[in-house]
């Protein structure tokens, strides 16, 4: 069974630049949350989608946004790219929505890095 | 607010010795998840154990054990007998509802 699946797996944009960034979860969940991991911080929650909806966003700024498709793989946009965007984005997939109490299967990531 | 606190930066071990993770968490809730989970170079994060805070008896996953303590919100991991695939980043975690609360990781270095 293939697990949560992210592309690109690095990305280098311009500041003031629009990053899209791809994920697909596991076969069966509807869930696809969205984690930013800055270099020496941990995780911060930043969007959950499901079933085609945004349920609930961290605290940022309206310029990260998203969306989730039909076949339940979602995008990540950030556009106006600022320097303190740069992180490792990650993507995960829960079989329960909306309950991190199962386990979350997270994806590999997708470094950006705004130059 | 819910908060998690992981006061180590970073931590060693020789190989096949025993170490322990140290977790701090705040919460008002009753009834809540705890996690630690795993990030080795590869960047994806893994799974390591699960608490319910209802269970008094403390997870154990085969060389992963948890010292789960609810009323002084301490939630430490011990790895025992530690092997060389341990050396990752350590990040503890709150369950609240829709999303986890992460702390800011541990390095953990093992020394052969």
């Known amino acids: 069974e293939a697990g949560v699946t992210q592309s690109p797996t690095h990305l280098i944009k311009t500041r003031g630049q629009q990053a899209t960034l791809r994920c697909s979860p596991i076969?069966?969940?509807?869930?696809v949350y969205w984690y930013q991991q800055a270099l020496g911080l941990g995780l911060q929650f930043l969007l959950w989608y499901d079933e085609g909806e945004e349920r609930n966003r961290g605290n940022f700024p309206p310029r990260f946004s998203g969306r989730q498709f039909p076949n339940y793989s979602s995008e990540l946009n950030v556009n106006a790219l600022e320097l303190e965007d740069s992180a490792l984005y990650l993507c995960?997939?829960?079989?329960?929505?909306?309950?991190?109490?199962?386990?979350?299967?997270f994806g590999q990531g997708t470094r950006l890095t705004v130059v | 607010a819910q908060t998690v606190t992981q006061s180590q930066p970073e931590m060693s071990v020789q190989e096949a010795e025993t170490v322990t993770l140290s977790c701090t968490y705040d919460t008002s809730e009753s009834d809540y998840y705890l996690f630690w989970y795993k990030q080795p170079p590869s960047r994806q994060m893994i799974l390591v154990i699960r608490q319910e805070a209802y269970k008094q008896q403390n997870a154990t996953e085969n060389r992963f054990s948890v010292n789960f303590q609810k009323a002084a919100k301490s939630f430490s991991l011990k790895i025992s007998d530690s092997q060389l695939g341990d050396a990752a980043m350590y990040f503890c975690?709150?369950?609240?509802?829709?999303?986890?609360?992460f702390g800011t990781g541990t390095r953990l270095q093992v020394f052969p």
């Open positions: 995960a997939s829960s079989l329960v929505p909306g309950h991190m109490n199962t386990e979350a299967f």
């Open positions: 975690a709150y369950s609240l509802a829709d999303k986890l609360i």
């Open positions: 076969s069966g969940h509807t869930s």
